[in-house]
């Protein structure tokens, strides 16, 4: 069965501090990837996405993600954090599922990152 | 990138009552949108895929008599939680897909459902 898996799930970092939240899939096809982030009371906002071209992806407020098929991956990344990025990032993939045809968005189970001022 | 609304944002009702959940889509059209339940601390789980002018389509698991869908138009979909028990208790959310297949959502801002 298809799944997504963040390793961390709490994650404390001071500002200024580099970020990468891991997040690896289970799918033997094409994907397409994603990273969502929640921010305190607020709905989920699409932070980058991967289709296809250029595995190393930026998104919005200096967030990147790096696609490595061969390792299963589409890890998250930021050089320098902010108190603001205080936030759950989902991790999620999209692809066909083999049993009904359609395409199906699995999420991992999210991250919870809490930057120190 | 497309606006999505929920109301009620949330409800607190007694077990054995309907609970209705609006979704819209305020500047996009959507023949599919994606309803979605999030339990505390865990990944969102998708419930079912609601298709305008047709029958929702389930997910393994999510029973249909309970959690009936209707997507009456091509920017409103109902969730109604039927004869709601404690173990309803959660945070609904529903998204709404640029394009069809492996597009990206756009989330509502979803709805604590709180059962007595």
């Known amino acids: 069965a298809q799944s997504v898996s963040q390793h961390n799930h709490h994650v404390i970092l001071s500002e200024a501090a580099s970020l990468e939240l891991g997040c690896n899939y289970s799918?033997?096809?094409?994907?397409?990837l994603f990273w969502y982030v929640q921010y305190p009371g607020q709905h989920l906002q699409l932070l980058l996405k991967y289709f296809s071209g250029d595995p190393l992806v930026k998104g919005i407020k200096g967030f990147e993600a790096e696609f490595i098929k061969s390792k299963f991956s589409f890890n998250l990344r930021k050089p320098s954090v902010q108190w603001s990025d205080t936030a759950e990032y989902f991790c999620a993939v999209n692809a066909v599922d083999w049993g009904s045809g359609t395409y199906k968005y699995i999420f991992g189970t999210g991250t919870r990152l809490k930057v120190l001022a | 990138g497309a606006v999505v609304s929920q109301h009620p944002s949330r409800v607190i009702c007694k077990s054995g009552t309907s609970v209705k959940i609006e979704c819209r889509s305020l500047d996009f059209q959507a023949t599919t949108m994606f309803w979605y339940r999030q339990f505390p601390k865990q990944s969102l789980m998708l419930m079912a895929t609601s298709n305008e002018g047709s029958k929702a389509t389930y997910e393994q698991g999510v029973e249909k008599d309970k959690f009936l869908i209707n997507h009456a138009s091509l920017t409103l979909s109902t969730l109604t939680v039927t004869s709601a028990h404690p173990e309803d208790s959660s945070f609904y959310i529903c998204?709404?897909?640029?394009?069809?297949?492996?597009?990206?959502?756009?989330f509502g801002p979803g709805t604590r459902l709180t059962v007595l």
């Open positions: 799918y033997g096809g094409t994907v397409n």
């Open positions: 998204s709404v897909p640029l394009a069809a297949g492996g597009s990206t959502q756009y």
